[in-house]
């Protein structure tokens, strides 16, 4: 039943996705076959399991999932504001590729890795560099917030506009997480577009696989089914944020 | 700066006369087999004199973080394109959070500061000659090395810092300052200077550590005070009677409210800051230091200017940690760019650019570039990957002009400092950098935390992190 469901999204209401698969196809696929990545179609359940609903997301409230792998964790936002259409980005190595919008009535919401594109630096149970910087809160890495931003080297990304880069040694956008809305206003994950670091990230963090997921392998699973989504100061302990 | 120049044409001669002997002696196909394996490229040296190695696009003088991010960068953009490092050392030690291993904090060892350039050579691919410049000829686009000369299109110079005795301690002999280097280490340049640090704190018996702040540029401006810190906290968990004495020739240091707050909640009155004290001399047998300090007479001349006098002091040391003035690196001289008349002699640049002033083929970055940018780690970092920017868009037949000529550049520069230990806490600076019509500046903010406070655990662990990221941006 989700199955056909996931078809009929796709086949009916192309506007409600994030990323048009046709788009990605003509765009990408033609020239490096590597900027976008489909994964296991997952539903997002919120902590006690049941499922999450795109109208009850807070506005700029920071949610994190752990996606497309069981230890690669990703940021959901119901921004304030409706996001850009079709935005053009560009890769470090120069691939460029289109980021469609956000989905909801509205278009505001929104799904990225939070794994910086600089390096790494990302939520774990512990602590957390990376998230989105509400309108009313400060930030030291852009001339406004309503930004992602990563405090561990004070990099910034437009959550309006496919995570690209604002400000700071980050080159790439964060990779989106695609999703999509269900017609039960059900949310599901489904793939990845952009340059995810999601190697390098498994080379890096061994020894908090180890402690968090019980090591490389058991953290470089993929989520099947659901994935839990709670937000950000029930993911962490501390949020390290300038 | 007048010596250096005798001294690096004094090295091309030699240079020159070594080369001319191997011709005469018909060593050319040794010079082609040296390149091979000096530069680890064989076809670069086909068809060159028997007078170079090598020649390549780009060369690269310094394997630091300046350097490396150039040379990293540049490989990014164009995986051809033919560039050497050329570095003294075989491996890297890295500068930013050395005084936490000090400090003895969790985990920081030597091996965490420790890493070899074999992961960057093998994924970029660039050529590599470990040797150290002993001269730079820039009209015949070559540099002298103790591993051979090797001919550049353009050349990038990255050196860093140099330490500056003779001016600081003009009565001092050679073997006195060799003396002093030896038992009293500055300890910002990584390598040896950090080990006799660690092992002369190690060693020492209950007294006070003396740390020096010299006037003028100086590498990492909060070193000093953080190493003060990270002193502090190892004499507490050692239970080291005395304390950390910081005499500094100017009023302040960088971050000082921050290191204030800091100092008074977490070790008392452990740590002494003495400011307007100019270091005179040391006796390194006796273990004292003299300093001249000027203070207020809480008297006014005629003009209502307070009456400064001036007193000879002395204090005695269990370790000391002279970090004298700084200098731009020899390498600087040897280029005989132009250079600013203070202390340090910063290399005067082409503009917004990190372009030398004084050659269009000569670029400069990391410590000694004549912006008024911080000389720390993620600034050197920023400058790198500009300098590669600018470099790929001239050989490409374009021009790049630097975003922060337009708009300024928020936090360019992120600087942490560690300053606790259980648990471990940080303070923080950032800068943002803006064009000022004549040079790049950066304007420094110090901020503190959700608490009120400047040291914060949550900074600890960015620091950490940035460490750690810094670190993968160039070895990994």
Same mark, same amino acid.
């Given at each position: 039943?989700? !199955?056909?469901?996931?078809?009929?999204?796709?086949?009916?209401?192309?506007?409600?996705?994030?990323?048009? &698969?046709?788009?990605?196809?003509? $765009?990408?696929? +033609?020239?490096?076959?590597?900027? #976008? !990545?489909?994964y296991e179609r997952v539903q997002l359940l919120d902590g006690a399991g049941a499922p999450i609903k795109i109208s009850q997301l807070k506005k700029e409230m920071n949610y994190v999932f752990n996606y497309p792998h069981v230890s690669t964790p990703a940021i959901l936002l119901n921004l304030d504001e409706s996001t850009a259409k079709d935005v053009k980005l560009t890769s470090e190595?120069?691939?460029?590729?289109? =980021?469609?919008?956000?989905i909801g009535k509205d278009r505001t919401v929104v799904a990225y890795s939070a794994i910086c594109s600089h390096q790494l630096a990302h939520p774990t149970p512990d602590d957390s560099f990376l998230q989105y910087v509400q309108k009313d809160k400060p930030t030291m890495a852009f001339e406004r917030s309503g930004v992602i931003v990563c405090s561990s080297h004070l990099s910034s990304f437009d959550a309006r506009e496919g995570a690209k880069r604002l400000s700071g040694p980050a080159i790439d956008p964060l990779a989106s997480v695609v999703i999509e809305v269900g017609e039960d206003d059900t949310l599901w994950a489904v793939g990845v577009l952009g340059s995810d670091r999601f190697h390098d990230y498994f080379k890096t963090f061994k020894p908090e696989l180890k402690k968090f997921y019980g090591g490389k392998r058991k953290g470089k699973k993929l989520v099947k089914i659901s994935a839990k989504t709670v937000p950000l100061t029930e993911y962490t302990k501390e949020i390290i944020q300038y | 700066? $007048?010596?250096?120049?005798?001294?690096?044409?004094?090295?091309?001669?030699v240079g020159a006369a070594t080369v001319a002997a191997a011709t005469m002696t018909g060593c050319s196909t040794k010079a082609g087999e040296m390149a091979s394996s000096a530069t680890s490229s064989a076809a670069s040296a086909v068809g060159l004199g028997a007078d170079l190695i090598g020649k390549h696009k780009v060369v690269i003088i310094g394997g630091g973080i300046g350097g490396m991010t150039v040379a990293n960068n540049l490989k990014k953009k164009d995986k051809d394109m033919d560039i050497l490092v050329i570095e003294?050392?075989?491996? #890297?030690?890295?500068?930013?959070?050395?005084?936490t291993y000090i400090g003895k904090l969790e985990g920081m060892t030597l091996g965490s500061f420790i890493f070899d350039y074999a992961q960057p050579i093998q994924k970029h691919g660039y050529n590599w000659l470990q040797g150290e410049v002993m001269a730079i000829d820039r009209s015949a686009k070559v540099v002298t090395t103790s591993s051979g000369a090797v001919g550049y299109d353009i050349l990038? /110079?990255?050196?860093?810092?140099?330490?500056?005795? %003779?001016?600081?301690?003009?009565? =001092?002999? &050679?073997?006195?300052? +060799?003396?002093?280097?030896?038992?009293?280490? +500055?300890? /910002? @340049?990584?390598?040896?200077?950090?080990?006799?640090?660690?092992?002369? /704190?190690?060693?020492?018996?209950?007294?006070?550590?003396? @740390?020096t702040?010299?006037?003028?540029? #100086?590498?990492?401006? &909060?070193? &000093?005070?953080?190493?003060?810190?990270?002193?502090?906290?190892?004499?507490?968990?050692?239970?080291?009677?005395?304390?950390?004495?910081?005499?500094?020739?100017?009023?302040?240091?960088?971050?000082?409210? +921050? #290191? @204030? $707050?800091? =100092?008074?909640? /977490?070790?008392?009155?452990?740590?002494?800051?003495?400011?307007n004290s100019k270091v005179t001399d040391v006796d390194p047998d006796t273990k004292v230091l003299t300093y001249a300090q000027t203070t207020g007479?809480?008297?006014?001349? %005629?003009?209502?200017? %307070? @009456?400064?006098?001036? %007193?000879t002091k002395t204090h005695k040391y269990e370790v000391l940690n002279l970090i004298p003035l700084n200098k731009a690196s020899d390498v600087i001289g040897m280029a005989g760019l132009e250079v600013t008349k203070d202390t340090f002699g910063k290399v005067k640049m082409n503009g917004c650019s990190f372009q030398t002033k004084t050659d269009e083929d000569v670029y400069a970055v990391g410590d000694v570039v004549g912006h008024g940018i911080p000389p720390s780690g993620q600034t050197a970092n920023w400058a790198g990957k500009q300098c590669a920017e600018e470099i790929s868009a001239r050989l490409k037949g374009g021009s790049y002009e630097l975003p922060v000529?337009?708009?300024?550049?928020?936090?360019?520069?992120?600087?942490?400092?560690m300053v606790g230990d259980m648990p471990e806490t940080a303070i923080m600076v950032t800068h943002d950098f803006s064009w000022n019509g004549s040079a790049i500046m950066g304007k420094g903010n110090v901020p503190k935390g959700p608490n009120g406070l400047y040291r914060q655990t949550g900074t600890a662990k960015a620091l950490r992190d940035w460490y750690r990221g810094l670190m993968a941006d160039m070895f990994s």
């Open positions: 039943m989700d !199955r056909r469901n996931f078809l009929k999204v796709v086949g009916a209401t192309g506007a409600f996705i994030a990323v048009n &698969p046709s788009t990605i196809q003509n $765009e990408l696929f +033609a020239n490096t076959g590597a900027m #976008f !990545r489909a190595t120069g691939e460029e590729y289109v =980021w469609e919008s956000g | 700066m $007048e010596m250096n120049r005798r001294d690096a044409l004094k090295f091309g001669a003294k050392n075989d491996t #890297f030690m890295s500068c930013p959070v050395s005084n990038v /110079l990255s050196p860093g810092i140099g330490y500056n005795y %003779e001016a600081q301690f003009p009565t =001092w002999s &050679p073997e006195k300052i +060799a003396h002093i280097k030896r038992v009293a280490p +500055a300890a /910002l @340049i990584p390598g040896s200077e950090h080990v006799i640090l660690e092992r002369n /704190l190690n060693n020492m018996e209950d007294g006070d550590v003396v @740390i702040i010299p006037s003028g540029k #100086f590498r990492c401006p &909060p070193a &000093p005070a953080e190493r003060a810190s990270m002193v502090a906290t190892f004499m507490q968990k050692e239970e080291i009677e005395g304390k950390v004495i910081l005499i500094a020739e100017g009023a302040g240091f960088a971050k000082k409210p +921050a #290191f @204030i $707050e800091s =100092w008074e909640a /977490l070790y008392g009155d452990k740590i002494v800051f003495i400011p007479t809480g008297k006014k001349d %005629e003009d209502d200017f %307070e @009456i400064m006098k001036t %007193e000529k337009k708009a300024p550049v928020k936090a360019g520069n992120v600087c942490y400092s």
